[in-house]
């Protein structure tokens, strides 16, 4: 059984009996048919973190009735955690995106292109009035497969023709690509914004061990 990430604490567990639970109540009954489900059967996930001691709680619709029925209960989305070096705005459209994904893809998918934008313009300096200009002027700035990834999913479906026009714009949008567009910011959130915060903190502590070190031999020479 494949492991799951908290998302209080990003701690990796393996589902076990210990941390992991399901419950398929329905108007009709308590438990599903041997092999099937009832109408309004809904399966009820229960994740409990060794580490933090919280719990996440999921509900997925089974039965014909309500099986396009999909949510988080606790927390209301998967949405990471990121510091608050990287713009609030950037994080807010994240987290509004990871929040609605199943609730309405188009609005998600709408966001993380908005985010997506604003990353390009804060961390790169591109202002570009829209995502597509945006990621044209990005070529050369980034390594090419990471901008082939970028510009590949500008072209995904409908998510490539809203991309080249005003990037408030509401298309239809299947759920699978609003979700490859939170991927792809999770990714560059890390490469980008995380990436420098940590090589920036390694290069100052080995300036200042290597300034220590000069003083204590200055020191000892006097």
């Known amino acids: 059984m494949p492991g799951f990430q908290c998302p209080y604490c990003s701690m990796m567990s393996p589902k076990t009996n210990d941390t992991f639970r399901t419950r398929v109540p329905s108007f009709e009954s308590d438990t599903p048919y041997v092999g099937s489900y009832y109408d309004s059967a809904c399966e009820l996930s229960f994740f409990y973190c ?9 509900v997925e619709g089974k039965g014909e009735k309500v099986k396009n ?3 988080n209960i606790r927390p209301q989305s998967f949405a990471k955690q990121y510091p ?3 713009p609030a705005a950037i994080r807010q459209d994240y987290e ?3 929040a609605i994904v199943d609730l309405s893809p188009k609005a998600s998918a709408t966001l993380s292109r908005r985010c997506l934008q604003g990353m390009i313009r804060d ?3 591109i202002n570009e009035s829209n995502l597509h200009k945006a990621i044209e002027a990005l070529k050369g700035k980034v390594p090419d497969i990471q901008w082939r990834v970028i510009d590949g999913v500008r072209k995904i479906g409908n998510i490539g023709a809203h991309m080249e026009k005003d990037i408030n714009l509401i298309v239809d949008i299947e759920p699978s690509e609003s979700e490859k567009l939170l991927k792809l910011i999770e990714h560059l959130l890390e490469q980008w914004y995380i990436s420098r915060h940590e090589q ?5 502590d080995i300036i200042e061990m290597d300034e220590n070190m000069q003083s204590e031999r200055r ?3 006097r």
């Open 50 to 58: 060794p580490n933090c001691h919280q719990y996440t709680i999921s």
């Open 96 to 98: 509004e995106a990871c």
């Open 84 to 86: 608050e070096y990287i």
């Open 123 to 125: 961390f790169w300096g």
């Open 200 to 204: 920036q903190r390694l290069y100052n």
């Open 219 to 221: 020191e000892g020479e």
């Open 69 to 71: 029925l999909k949510m």
